[in-house]
């Protein structure tokens, strides 16, 4: 765990976060949940990394999955709503869940408080041919500006000056294959998930986990004498 991840819990752990909750709230609502609904797997073994209070996962109506997060407060507001499932107090860095475990995984407006090591260890525990669906702001100069002016304005909390957007080009590191993608915008008064304007701002992503690949080395022939 570092400082960072100790100023992300401490700010969850907290009381109500007023503006910052019902912004969030009304993207999955009017944005995420109806982009990630057509692609849910609900019988499928499912693990939701970084569920909160289980705002998402009510509007996706997920039941008996894996709800995991950091911040126990959080946790302890999701049990309390009653829905059904494993509740996880544990670290996205470092998933306690052996590889390939998962056919789905659901993970949003989280990893960009762990850069892309949260996105490889999300991909670790995700079987192959599984899907992961995530949303996370990226590093692009629109967003970080964008970003900087909330905070100044008091929209956004301090430590959104110091989340490790995912740099997008990085995604072609993992072992994925692009399934479905979409920008999340706002068209007054609605937040919409558009698939024709540019990867910028909040993005949400289906990747697909690629069956594992052999390549073949080309041999170097031997001579012997
Ligand atoms: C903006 S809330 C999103 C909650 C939920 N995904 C939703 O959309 O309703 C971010 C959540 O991520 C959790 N979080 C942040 N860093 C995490 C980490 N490294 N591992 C697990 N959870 C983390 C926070 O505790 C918080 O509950």
Not at 3 to 30: C, E, I, M, T
Not at 65 to 73: I, N, Q, V
Not at 128 to 139: C, R
Request: with cysteine.
């Amino acid at each position: 765990m570092t400082v960072f991840d100790d100023v992300v819990q401490h700010f969850y752990g907290a009381g109500k976060r007023h503006f910052f909750d019902p912004l969030y709230q009304q993207v999955n609502r009017q944005a995420l949940a109806p982009f990630f609904q057509p692609w849910l797997r609900p019988k499928g073994r499912v693990l939701e990394a970084g569920s909160g209070s289980g705002h998402l996962a009510g509007e996706l109506g997920l039941k008996n999955c894996c709800f995991l997060d950091l911040t126990w407060a959080q946790i302890k507001r999701f049990q309390d709503t009653g829905t059904p499932g494993f509740f996880i107090h544990g670290d996205l860095q470092q998933l306690p869940f052996e590889a390939n475990t998962f056919e789905q995984v659901i993970c949003s407006n989280v990893v960009h408080y762990t850069g892309l090591p949260g996105l490889a260890e999300l991909l670790r525990v995700t079987e192959p041919g599984g899907q992961m669906l995530v949303a996370f702001l990226e590093n692009s100069d629109f967003t970080r500006a964008a970003v900087r002016l909330a905070v100044a304005c008091g929209l956004f909390p301090l430590l959104m000056r110091d989340a490790r957007f995912i740099e997008l080009a990085d995604l072609a590191q993992l072992n994925v294959r692009e399934e479905d993608s979409a920008t999340v915008i706002f068209m007054p008064p609605l937040f919409r998930a558009s698939r024709a304007l540019p990867r910028q701002g909040l993005v949400a992503f289906v990747l697909r986990k690629e069956e594992v690949q052999i390549r073949l080395s080309t041999r170097k022939k031997v001579s012997i004498q």
